[in-house]
């Protein structure tokens, strides 16, 4: 291929993956099948492997994320990024609406919108390509996150549309919704990590990240709700949302122009509902002057715009007795302190346990034994104490400070960043039986019957003390503890026989090392293909697997340090365990290549990961809804109603296990 004909190609690929990309995640109406986009994305990352010269970094194969850095750059906002004046109920609204209206002559209107609560965002475009991306800092300056940000699908890389002006700022919030929010906090808890107490607190902290690869696998979002500049295209806010939308971005998921404030009430009243099942928190709704010239004439306060107010949804919050403060040992022997409270309903439910997060958290709050405290819901979901009414202490309360030794095993304490850790890990009773717990779960060994409370029976009747006991239990030891009989004993014995048939990265993640997850065990077993190699290997050779950083490694070589785990490991080696991989005994087949699966309801031979599993295993993929580009319905026992009948609607064929099964034969 010549040059001229290589950057022919180059430009007519990106811009097809521009449209797509726009289409799938913007528009949510996807016209081009995965398969397709992988292809066409792979043909233009060889090219431009090919032919560096034709670089550019707002090509949708930067999306994945390029090179870490090692600290963001200050930069000065050209317009500064100012903040919204506050409101918390309607009587403040309507005496800014009659402030307003008594500073202006003509009439105007509102634009009426969510209030997103994220992290804002200020993005340059210059001849419509992003070359800028900037936090909000203190307003006058902010770091640049360019590389991060272009990570984000939902921001445009490139604009569309003939009216973008030379240069336009594009600015809205960094949001990453509800269900990521728990996806990756929950992965965060399983390799030892960090929680995030909310969605925005994650979405900043992920925006901070050094590194734009593991930014672009939190999968962020950007909302955009401001369009700044000198010339235009749009005279009023409405239809500068609207213009966004054109050019490319996801703008507010609702808005209004209003005249009144009965119009305005309407949309607050409908999301102060709305809100709790809506993906995105959202902490309040923006009402903007709608006219950019009654704007101007309304100016600036030092902190924030006249013609703009944010009304907050009122955050529920209650007030009850602190009964006492428990020390939780986790599994990788973290130690959470825990609020007992006298019982109350909050947003829904009755709460009785708060979390207090970590020491730096009390002492800010200053908590005082029978203190009377406030409880709110982050996120909506995990309650948490927030503040504490001082006034109602009473005289002589002592303060409750954070424990020094574990409460489980008595040892002492050690110091990791914000958090305290018990590192008795082999037997420390509650780390033992999280331990076993997370060694039969689905995702890792995958033993049927071992609920928390049979694990907690075992433990209680000395049957088990750590993972490898499990492969010395009989239905004799089983069959005469509460709740279990002769066959449930039985199907038990049964299921640990056969997770001996689990692979090298599943028996891997199942020893529950700190900070290996799903994923690192996968990559590790895949490079060493046996315990034995990894235990000899140095930091230095398991650093060198791409996607494996210095903390893993170093946490192995932790774990392997540990003569009780090295015994731990023979004893599932003498009891048949994988510990080498044999991959190529499995050789990935392509009989359904390329096709795309919905899988709906329950299956006889299969749980729905299994399946899931069997289906990649087999070239397939699986997609979580029907569209018009799902090539099967696979329905098993009682299918989600709504997806069998946009099958049926868009002509897709529903087909049943059996089916599948022939399939694949
Ligand atoms: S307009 C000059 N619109 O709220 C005013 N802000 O508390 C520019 N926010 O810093 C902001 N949703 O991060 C605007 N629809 C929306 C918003 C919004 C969320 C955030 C933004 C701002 C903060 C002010």
Redesign the pocket.
Known sequence: MTKEEAKKKIESLRKELQEANYKYYVLAQPDMSDYDFDRKLEELQKLEQEFPEFFDPNSPTQRVGGEPTTEFKTVKHKYP????D?SYNIQDLKDWINRISKLVDEKFSFCV????????LSNQYIDKKLVQSLT?GDGITGDDVTNNARTIRTLPLVLRGNDVPHEVFA?G?VLISRKNFERINKEQAQKGETTYMNARNLAAGTLKLLDPKIVAKRQLDFVA??MLGEKLPVDNQYDALKKLEQWGFFV?HDYIKATNLDEIMDFILDWGVKRFDFPYDTDGI?V?VNEFDIQEKLGYTAK??RW?M?YKFPAERKLTKLLSVDFQVGRTGKVTPVANLAPIKLAGTIVKRATLHNEDNMKKLDLHEGDYVYVEKAGEIIPQVVGVDKSKRQPGAKPITFIDHCPVCNTPLIKQGADYFCVNTTTCEPQIKAQIEHFVSRKAMDIDGLGPEIINLLYQNGLIHNIADLYDLKVDDLKNLEGLGEKSAQNIINSIQKSKNQSFERVLYALGIRHVGENAAKLIAKHFKSIDRLMQASAEEITAIKGIGEKIAESIKTYFSNPKNIELINRLKQAGLQFESHEDENPVVDKLHGKKFVISGTFEHFSRDELKQNIEHNGGKVVSSVSKNTDYLLAGDKPGPSKVSKAQNLNISIISEADYLNMIK
């Open positions: 990024m100012l903040s919204l506050k919108e969510l209030k997103y609560d994220g992290v804002s909000r600015r919030e709700y401001f507010p923006v903007k924030s715009p703009a944010a």
